[in-house]
């Protein structure tokens, strides 16, 4: 079993950049997708972005396209989310998850992801 802890959230101002971090346990984590979600007060849970278990695949929603990244390192067991020109709607907390699912597709669907992360707070100010 795989577990998940986000970092490198915080405040930051509208236009800026943040990068967020997943580092996972265990040792199945190259075998598993990896998904980055986020949900605001009042709001359901949305898929941000999603990486193949090698990193050679990426979807995006298309509220982030072109300003996120999703990135992974399989040596370290660590999969990133590059925000720039981050905007107040991007205000939420923050969850990576993992899903071993499917071998080619990258799912959206939150109930797909087996194993979630605690979440970090990313506040963006106007």
């Known amino acids: 079993q795989v577990q998940l802890v986000e970092s490198g959230g915080g405040l930051v101002q509208a236009g800026g950049s943040l990068r967020l971090a997943c580092g996972a346990s265990?040792?199945?984590?190259?075998?598993?997708?990896m998904g980055w979600f986020r949900q605001a007060p009042g709001k359901e849970r949305e898929f941000v972005a999603a990486?193949?278990?090698?990193?050679?695949?990426?979807s995006y929603a298309n509220s982030v396209k072109g300003r996120f990244t999703i990135s992974r390192d399989n040596t370290k067991n660590t999969v990133y989310l590059q925000m720039n020109s981050l905007k107040p709607e991007d205000t939420a907390v923050y969850y990576c998850?993992?899903?071993?699912?499917?071998?080619?597709?990258?799912?959206?669907?939150?109930?797909?992801?087996?194993?979630w992360g605690q979440g970090t707070q990313v506040t963006v100010s106007s």
């Open positions: 998850a993992a899903e071993w699912h499917y071998t080619d597709y990258l799912t959206a669907t939150a109930a797909e992801y087996d194993v």
């Open positions: 265990g040792r199945t984590f190259s075998s598993c997708a």
């Open positions: 990486i193949s278990r090698t990193g050679g695949r990426t």
